[in-house]
């Protein structure tokens, strides 16, 4: 498909730079009033064509045994400058301790409203124990976390789910006995009406009509995707100001990693504020508006993601180059 786009890419150069300077001293206004009706016409066919693939993609995905070949191969634009809104997170030399272990080492970083912003390392640096701190889950040992203009660090995780900060953990973490939808209530439990609870539960089997599909059955008889797309549709059933997303492609078949970060990169075109941990490094950066590096429990890098995807030590580090 990729090499499929460039030919027509090159087609389409030189048709402009070849074709219409040529034929230019020829056409009238009526003629270029017809290739423009021509043009919005086969664009609003390619809209339709794009959406029936992607619809396709996602079915075969989700009946797919296992990996079939396919991967993400597509590569989104980086976020326009000035997109992102004033400071939403910020951490200042927070640290978080197992017993003596230190697991982060005085983490600076920051997020803003509206943006992307991955963060990547080697396992056992401290990326998802970050995550962890950020949420409440795990206690940190130093520091502070700054949301909204107010630090949180002492706040119990629960009142952070208040505040607008959703966490979609490491292995998903689904109520296996409960059925999909009830998990899906269970991600709106702060509190609203019924009707909005059902319109943003419409929402999510919108974006993951597998999960409307299925949304009788128990969550733990759906496969490793599924339970996937069930987290992130739970944890976007709380509204959050915030979404935390640990690994989402961990495990999963590559038609299915596409999958998931289709769904990141919708989220992405809304607005929605994202820190996504992940090992694919890639494939995160690909897509991220800001990035950071960790290692040993330290950020050592900082950038936009086409920066550090093109920064020699990153790709030799993480991406295999």
């Not at 128990?218 to 797309?229: D, E, I, K, Y």
């Not at 090992?279 to 990035?291: G, P, S």
Request: hydrophobic residues 45%; proline residues 4%; charged residues 20%.
């Amino acid at each position: 498909m990729t090499a499929y786009v460039k030919i027509m890419q090159r087609h389409v150069q030189r048709e402009e730079t070849l074709l219409f300077q040529v034929a230019s001293p020829s056409l009238r206004d009526a003629d270029g009033d017809e290739i423009d009706v021509a043009f919005a016409v086969n664009q609003e066919e390619m809209a339709s064509v794009q959406a029936e693939f992607r619809a396709l993609m996602s079915r075969i995905g989700n009946l797919a045994p296992g990996p079939i070949g396919l991967g993400l191969t597509h590569e989104a634009e980086p976020a326009a400058e000035g997109r992102p809104g004033p400071l939403l997170l910020e951490i200042r030399e927070l640290s978080s301790h197992y017993g003596r272990i230190a697991a982060l080492r005085g983490v600076n970083l920051s997020i803003r409203t509206g943006q992307l912003v991955a963060l990547v390392g080697a396992n056992g640096a401290g990326k998802t124990t970050l995550l962890r701190t950020i949420s409440g889950v795990q206690r940190a040992s130093g520091g502070s976390v700054w949301f909204g203009g107010a630090d949180i660090i002492r706040l119990r995780p629960d009142k952070r789910v208040r505040l607008g900060i959703c966490h979609v953990p490491e292995g998903r973490q689904v109520f296996g006995p409960l059925s999909v939808a009830d998990n899906l209530r269970l991600g709106a439990y702060t509190g609203r009406d019924r009707k909005c609870i059902a319109e943003d539960m419409e929402r999510m089997y919108a974006m993951f009509p597998i999960l409307q599909q299925k949304s009788r059955l128990p969550a733990g008889t759906l496969s490793g995707g599924q339970q996937q797309m069930l987290a992130i549709a739970r944890a976007l059933m709380g509204r959050p100001r915030l979404l935390l997303l640990d690994e989402p492609s961990m495990g999963l078949a590559p038609l299915l990693v596409e999958e998931i970060f289709n769904a990141i990169i919708e989220l992405r075109k809304q607005a929605m504020t994202i820190f996504l941990v992940e090992q694919n490094a890639h494939a995160a950066l690909a897509i991220a508006d800001h990035a950071y590096v960790i290692e040993t429990g330290k950020v050592v890098l900082s950038g936009s993601g086409k920066a550090l995807l093109t920064n020699e030590r990153v790709r030799e580090a993480y991406l295999g180059i």
